[in-house]
Nanobody
């Protein structure tokens, strides 16, 4: 089992930046990929970005390319989501997720077997 704890959420003005962190503990050696998802009120949860733990491949949602950067420090078992040029529509609860199996698309939440509790991001105009 893997436990994930997010931090770094908060409030920001449009055009501002925030950095989210996700610390993993437990069976971290079996993590193949870490992703960030978000869920806005009355919307479905959607994938934001993902990074392969060993290969460092990255994928982003089209709406976030060029604004968000996913990164990781495997020595610290910590993942990051640097968010810049924030928009009010980025307001959502952001979740960190980890997957230890293959065969799932990066933004298919069904494959992720570990989730954090979420951290709220609120962007005002």
């Amino acid at each position: 089992q893997v436990q994930l704890v997010e931090s770094g959420g908060g409030s920001a003005q449009a055009g501002g930046s925030l950095r989210l962190s996700c610390v993993a503990s437990g069976d971290t050696l079996n993590i193949k990929r870490v992703a960030w998802f978000r869920q806005a009120p009355v919307k479905e949860r959607e994938g934001v970005a993902a990074i392969w733990r060993r290969e460092y491949y990255t994928f982003y949602a089209d709406s976030d390319k060029g604004r968000f950067t996913i990164a990781q420090d495997n020595a610290k078992n910590t993942g990051y989501l640097q968010m810049t040029s924030l928009k009010p529509e980025d307001t959502a609860m952001y979740y960190c997720a980890a997957i230890s199996i293959t065969g799932y698309r990066w933004d298919d939440e069904a494959g992720y077997n570990s989730w954090g509790q979420g951290t709220q991001v609120t962007v005002s105009s």
